[in-house]
Structures are given as structure tokens and as C-alpha cells.
């Protein structure tokens, strides 16, 4: 029973541990499921279906009522005089019209503004991700940055086992008359230094946590360990980058554009029907309130677009020239930036061909010296400098390990890949 118990717990254990790891991965989903930006989404897409349906809308019969009451100066009379017949109009005259219009063709308007719209939407969500992506980076920074603090801790962990081994070293020293008081004291002062660094560490990594979990949404990421990524990054890849659908997207809202030029100056056909309610009617010879009607066809033709067709263009062609240049800013900083990342990953490489001879070789420094410290024949703050210099060459080398894993992904946050 207590075997099962003590498996039960071992278990509980393990699967805490595993519970408790955290991917980058996951850090950028829940990145950008918790920014409040995303909600943007939906009312770009919304917005852009309601524009849509309105604009089609155009083709729905349009109904006008409108009122009129005026007076003339001078009114239509007859030349001569029929004997008992009275003919005049007044000159206050009145009307009360109601009128159907029906679009039969438009020249493509309505089809335009359906079009504009949904070009309109991709170019605000093409915007909308790009400032998403940007997440990407500032996570990157602080997951790294605790990937750091976790890495300078284990090393100091190191440390502070090596200096409890040195302790318990220089006390036996100390029996055998060969160390004093003060080496022990001076081995008590690097273990107080050891564990003030890692207190310092902690409180580091603990402001990392807060922030990242302020980004994420998530609680207790202090807790969490950190999972290594691993990265496999070719340099001739494709560059993703959410800008360049971006510029696409405003290269396309642009084409759309240029083709409502062109449905905005052609005529326009539609029939109509007017019901109306006056004095005169229809009969100018017959004074009096009457209603009547009219139906017809109507043809119509504004040509003053005409005017400014032409600049019109111009401008769009600006506008075009304009995305171009900033594409081509873009990539520019964008392969300046990648070429940059990749000499830091080379020069990173070329250090770490030396971390490992240079933590073999002040092992057996420190192993010599431990062993002179022993032997009476070197004191104990030399045997420290010593230990000193092993444990930073041990941090070199998980610092280059972390940096050029921050350089090879920043070179995914580069080309998007």
C-alpha cells in the first residue's frame, strides 16, 4: 500500500510538471487571442456586409414624395375671346407629386460599391494584422528574456553547489591546520553573493512572467517552465510578411477605384411612374385641383465627372507609386534586417566553437586549484577567482546558447516563416 502511494504521488508529480510547460507557440496564440485589438474582425466583417447590402440596395425601387405651392408673375392666356367661355389659370398654383424610380442600369455604380467595400475591408484587416503581428515580437523579447533568467539560474544552482563542496573543503582544511578563519569566511562571502544573484534573478524572472502574462491573458506563468524551441531556418526562404498583403490588398482597393471612375461617368437608364395631386392638372385648359399620372422611361447622362476623369486617375496612379515606394522601403529594411540577424547567428557560432574548450580548461584550473588549496600551496581567494571564472565562462556560454536562438528567431519574425 505505501509502494502505491508513494507511485501515486510520483505520478501526480510528473504530470503537474507536464501541465505546467509553456511553448512559444502557445505564448503567440494566446497573445493574440487576449489583445483586444482581434475584436476588430468582426466588426470590419460586419461593417462590410452591411455596406454591401446597402449598396445593393440601389436596384430597389426608389419612392420620392415631394410638395409644391408657388405663385407666377404671369400665367399662360388666350390670344382672343370666346363668347361665354371664361378661360384663365391662376396665378397661385399647387402640387402634391408621388414618384417611382426603377434602376434598369446604372453603368456598374452599384456593382462598384459592393466591390469598393469588401476591398475596403481586406485593406483594414490586412492593416489589422499586420499590428498583430508585431505581438510576435514583443513576446519573442520577453519569452527569451526568462529563457535567459532560467538558464543563469541553473548555472548559478551549479555555482552554489560547487561553492557548499568548496565550504565543506576549506573546514577540513581548516582541521588540518592548513586554512583559517578567514578562507572559510571568504568562501561564506561568494555563497552570500551566489544567493543574492539568485534572488536578483528570480525577482527578473518574476517581472518577466507578470508582463507576459498581462500580454497572454494567462496566470502563473512564473511557475510555468519554459519549454526551449527549436528552430530549423533556411536562408533563401520566402518572405511572409503580413505587410506585403497588405500592400497587395491596397494595389487591389485601387483597381476597384479606377473602375468607379469609369461607372460613375456612364449614363444611367431607368423608368418611373408619377402620381400626382395639383392645381392645374395635366389639362392646362381646365383649372381646378386633379389628380394624373406619368410613366415613362428616363435616360440620363452626367457629364461633368468627365472633367476631373482625368486627374482623378492621376491620383490613383500617385497613390499606386506610393505603395510601390513603401514596398520597396519595406524589403529593403526587411533583407538589411535579416542579413544583420544572420551575422549574429555566424558570429554566435564562431564563439561557441570555444565554450566548450574554455569550460573544460577552467574546470581543470579549478579542479588544480582546489587541489593546491589542499595541499597548502595556494590560499583560498585564488582558488575563487578561480571557481569565479569557471561559472562565467559556464554563463557565456548559456547566454550564446539563448542569443542564437533569439537570432534565428528573429529571423523567422523577419521573413514570417
Known amino acids: 500500500m505505501k509502494r502505491i502511494f508513494v507511485w501515486a504521488v510520483g505520478m501526480c508529480a510528473v504530470c503537474g510538471t507536464v501541465s505546467a510547460q509553456l511553448t512559444l507557440e502557445e505564448c ?5 487571442e487576449n489583445y483586444p485589438l482581434v475584436r476588430q474582425f468582426d466588426l470590419i466583417e460586419r461593417t462590410k456586409d452591411f455596406t454591401v447590402e446597402n449598396a445593393a440596395k440601389g436596384y430597389f425601387p426608389q419612392l420620392s414624395f415631394s410638395g409644391k405651392a408657388s405663385y407666377q408673375s ?10 361665354g367661355v371664361e378661360f384663365g389659370l391662376d396665378n397661385d398654383q399647387y402640387q402634391l407629386v408621388l414618384e417611382l424610380n426603377q434602376t434598369v442600369w446604372d453603368g456598374g455604380v452599384v456593382r462598384n460599391r459592393k466591390e469598393e467595400a ?3 475591408s481586406e485593406v483594414q484587416k490586412g492593416q489589422l494584422e499586420v499590428n498583430l503581428y508585431a505581438l510576435n515580437d514583443r513576446v519573442n523579447q520577453l519569452f527569451f528574456g526568462m529563457l ?11 555555482l552554489q553547489a560547487q561553492l557548499a563542496r568548496n565550504h565543506g573543503q576549506v573546514s577540513a582544511c581548516m582541521q588540518q591546520g592548513v586554512a583559517n578563519q578567514a578562507d572559510l569566511d571568504a568562501v561564506a562571502v561568494e555563497q552570500l553573493n551566489a544567493r543574492q544573484t539568485e534572488s536578483e534573478l528570480r525577482v527578473n524572472r518574476k517581472a518577466y512572467a507578470e508582463v507576459l502574462g498581462l500580454l497572454t491573458g494567462r496566470k502563473g506563468i512564473d511557475a510555468e517552465r519554459l519549454v526551449k524551441p527549436s528552430v530549423t531556418v533556411e536562408p533563401l526562404e520566402e518572405n511572409r510578411r503580413p505587410e506585403l498583403l497588405l500592400y497587395e490588398s491596397q494595389r487591389r482597393q485601387l483597381s476597384v477605384q479606377e473602375k468607379g471612375l469609369t461607372a460613375r461617368y456612364m449614363p444611367k437608364l431607368g423608368v418611373f411612374a408619377q402620381g400626382a395631386y395639383g392645381d392645374p392638372g ?10 394624373y399620372y406619368i410613366a415613362g422611361v428616363r435616360l440620363s447622362w452626367n457629364i461633368s465627372d468627365l472633367y476631373t476623369r482625368k486627374n482623378d486617375k492621376r491620383l490613383l496612379a500617385a497613390s499606386r507609386d506610393d505603395i510601390d515606394v513603401q514596398e520597396a522601403v519595406f524589403r529593403l529594411n526587411n533583407r538589411m534586417e535579416t542579413a544583420q540577424h544572420w551575422r549574429t547567428v555566424e558570429k554566435i557560432d564562431t564563439l561557441m566553437k570555444n565554450d566548450d574548450e574554455l569550460i573544460r580548461l577552467r ?6 586549484a582546489e587541489a593546491k588549496v589542499a595541499n597548502g600551496t595556494l590560499t583560498v581567494t585564488e582558488m575563487l577567482r578561480e571557481v569565479t571564472a569557471e561559472d562565467q565562462v559556464k554563463q557565456t556560454k548559456a ?4 542569443q542564437r536562438l533569439q537570432a534565428l528567431y528573429d529571423i523567422k519574425y523577419t521573413m514570417n516563416h
Do not use: C, W
Not at 400665367?75 to 375671346?81: E, G, I, L, N, Q
Not at 574546470?363 to 588544480?368: D, G, H, Q, V, Y
Open 74 to 83: 404671369d400665367v399662360t392666356k388666350m390670344p382672343f375671346s370666346i363668347p
Open 118 to 120: 469588401r476591398a475596403k
Open 363 to 368: 574546470t581543470n584550473i579549478r579542479k588544480s
Open 282 to 291: 395635366l389639362n392646362m385648359l381646365k383649372g381646378g385641383f386633379e389628380p
Open 28 to 32: 503567440y496564440r494566446a497573445a493574440r
Open 148 to 158: 535567459l533568467i532560467d538558464a543563469q539560474l541553473a548555472q548559478n544552482a551549479l
Open 399 to 402: 547566454l550564446h546558447e539563448i
